[in-house]
């Protein structure tokens, strides 16, 4: 049945009911009417004419066939080299002989290599708790005896004078008086008066 | 398309030449007659064609190819911007439709233009496909991607729809 619809439905677009042949009139009866098929003709025949006169007042926009070129040519140059499109591993390949030709080209320039060892220390931070010992001084107040020793006085002969031959004539000094003899501790001292005197006469 | 693809001069304007007129004309009852998209979506095609021809197939037929990419684009744009200059145009009918003079050319014209909108875009397309750039149903197959059975049905359902629509116009006394 649907297959007979789909025929029919062909049929309609070229052909009047009146101008298929006995069978295919039949085939259309056992599925329609005469009325509904000459619709569908009609149809078909309408929209296909409409849309024929559609089509023929169309054109393309001049402008834009123009536009069109344009961008096909600017393609056709901007194509060229950088459109050819090659195999992956070709521009691999093509990229590893270029590095290779590098090296040897300017890759030979000798270089001492200096390898420099460091000792680069590495401080670890530990966090811990440290608890350091202060000594306590104590202070001793020690009172120490020492016996000083006593000092010996010694007496200075001063009352024997032994005048010498040269000094016979001349006339004896006076010598100072043991008042004049300012006796210290450890130190014999003659006033200056006396010694002055003293001094004059010899 | 092979020549285009290897950038022989020429080859673009040749195609250009055979295709443009009628996949514009093809384009512009898929967007329900709005010229100005139709304009837009056949550039965008061939400048498609321009920037990527390799995405053309060469083994496959280049003709179901080229309309397959127009009516997608077509169908794309049409769901994108249903334009108001569309419905006004669809309101305009309705209100002259009414009018006595029913035998105006124009008038029934723009009576089947609206009646082809109402259409869903897969039967507007397989329609037109077949009663305006006269394919066959294997061609049509080929380019809405489906079984040819299906594009029998479509077609069928479209002329039925479309045979609906005249009835209630009364084309007897007009066309």
């Not at chain 1, 140059?77 to 590095?99: D, E, H, S, T, W």
């Not at chain 1, 008086?177 to 001292?189: H, L, Q, R």
């Not at chain 2, 920037?51 to 049409?78: C, H, L, M």
Request: charged share 25%; net charge neutral; with cysteine.
């Amino acid at each position: 049945m649907r297959e007979n619809i789909e025929s029919i439905n062909e049929w309609a677009e070229q052909f009047a009911y009146h101008e298929l042949d006995v069978d295919r009139q039949a085939t259309v009866l056992s599925e329609m009417s005469i009325d509904e098929y000459d619709e569908l003709h009609k149809t078909a025949s309408v929209f296909a004419r409409f849309l024929q006169e559609e089509a023929s007042d169309l054109e393309p926009n001049k402008e834009s066939l123009a536009v069109l070129q344009n961008a096909s040519k600017n393609k056709k140059k901007l194509g060229g080299f950088f459109a050819v499109r090659i195999p992956a591993y070709q521009a691999v390949a093509a990229c590893f002989l270029v590095a290779l030709g590098s090296y040897f080209l300017f890759g030979k320039t000798e270089t001492n290599t200096v390898v420099v060892e460091k000792d680069v220390p590495i401080y670890e931070v530990v966090r811990d708790t440290i608890y350091r010992e202060i000594p306590v001084v104590e202070y001793i107040t020690k009172t120490v005896t020492k016996k000083v020793p006593s000092i010996e006085r010694t007496s200075i002969p001063i009352s024997t004078y032994v005048p010498q031959e040269d000094y016979a004539l001349r006339e004896p000094s006076e010598t100072p008086s043991m008042n004049d003899i300012s006796k210290s501790f450890g130190n014999t001292v003659v006033s200056a008066e006396s010694l002055e005197r003293f001094k004059v006469k010899m | 398309m092979v020549l285009l693809q290897k950038g022989t001069m020429g080859a673009f304007e040749e195609i250009y030449s055979r295709y443009a007129k009628r996949l514009l004309a093809f384009v512009f009852r898929m967007v329900n007659g709005n010229e100005a998209l139709a304009q837009d979506i056949l550039h965008d095609v061939f400048l498609k064609l321009i920037e990527n021809p390799k995405s053309f197939d060469t083994s496959r037929s280049f003709k179901p190819w080229i309309y397959q990419v127009a009516a997608n684009a077509g169908k794309k744009a049409f769901r994108k911007a249903e334009t108001e200059e569309i419905k006004e145009r669809h309101s305009t009918f309705m209100e002259k439709s009414h009018q006595p003079n029913l035998a105006d050319k124009k008038i029934f014209d723009i009576f089947l233009s609206s009646a082809l909108n109402k259409l869903t875009a897969e039967h507007r397309e397989v329609f037109v496909l077949k009663h305006q750039q006269h394919m066959s149903i294997k061609e049509i197959a080929a380019i809405v991607s489906t079984p040819e059975g299906t594009v029998k049905s479509r077609l069928h359902t479209a002329t039925k729809q479309l045979a609906k629509s005249l009835k209630h116009f009364n084309p007897k006394e007009t066309a």
